[in-house]
């Protein structure tokens, strides 16, 4: 039996490798399970230091398996929901910064997904779309939170309530993508981001991260004493005393993640 998500670590990048290529990786059940699974093994693993999300086949994530919800819609949503949100409140957590690898195609669930990453590298080609409103459902994995505050509510509405297809060149306008790389790159650039990733201070992207996506809900006092207790706790780690030895001695510091 071919199992739903690949799951591998090597050189401090987990990487998750959705593996349904016949279905364009729509998710059903056994791979929201298995994707919890995976996370929460990561999540215990101080030795992770990046995540890397990609699919396998021509598509990243075509959205839901219909036939999840198909004989059952209650029942069906809410098996598949459960692990699925309770593996996005995980890898949003991470200090390890988060990576979506994405081509062919990134639609409803698997576009919410996406979206929930910290750094998105999509192949020139690929085409994205919410989805869910030419279903007659809402959103769900966190869309209605990360959207509007990457592309701001009066976008975000055109891009949910309208159901539309855009291209990777849309994507990258609005800004729901970093880069667009040819893709016969696009594994080699996305590995060299990760490997980037994975070498540099762990704990001060995650309270990086932390104050970014809390900024929006705090006044400027909050958000300054916020930073502060960031920076006074990062002040205590390893990785700030290399980073200032560096600094003075005019060399690259060696980052070790605590």
Same mark, same amino acid.
């Given at each position: ?34 994707? %919890? ?14 995540? &890397? ?25 809410? /098996? ?30 698997? &576009? ?27 959103? /769900? ?12 509510? $009066? ?6 309530? %309208? ?8 994507? %990258? ?22 490997? $980037? ?43 700030? $005393? ?17």
């Amino acid at each position: 039996m071919t199992h739903p998500l690949l799951f591998s670590r090597a050189d401090g990048i987990a990487t998750l490798q959705f593996n349904r290529p016949a279905q364009l990786n729509a998710l059903d059940v056994p791979t929201a399970q298995a994707l %919890l699974a995976a996370v929460q093994e990561i999540a215990a693993d101080r030795n992770v230091r990046a995540v &890397l999300l990609k699919g396998a086949g021509r598509a990243f994530v075509a959205g839901g398996d219909l036939a999840t919800l198909q004989a059952n819609p209650v029942q069906g949503a809410q /098996d598949l929901l459960e692990p699925l949100n309770a593996a996005v409140t995980l890898l949003h957590g991470l200090d390890a910064p988060v990576i979506a690898q994405v081509h062919g195609a990134a639609a409803g669930a698997g &576009l919410s997904l996406m979206l929930m990453c910290d750094f998105v590298l999509a192949a020139e080609g690929t085409k994205f779309n919410l989805a869910y409103i030419n279903l007659g459902t809402s959103c /769900d994995v966190g869309a209605s939170w990360a959207l509007p505050r990457i592309v701001g509510v $009066r976008q975000a509405l055109e891009i949910a309530l %309208l159901g539309e297809a855009f291209t990777a060149d849309d994507a %990258l306008r609005l800004g729901l993508v970093n880069r667009l790389v040819p893709s016969a790159e696009l594994d080699s650039t996305t590995a060299a981001l990760a490997q $980037r990733l994975a070498s540099g201070p762990t704990l001060a992207y995650g309270a990086m991260k932390r104050l970014m996506r809390a900024s929006m809900d705090h006044t400027l006092p909050e958000q300054l004493a916020a930073e502060k207790d960031a920076f006074v706790h990062c002040a205590g780690t390893e990785d700030f $005393r290399a980073g200032v030895e560096a600094f003075h001695q005019r060399q690259s510091p060696q980052f070790v993640g605590r």
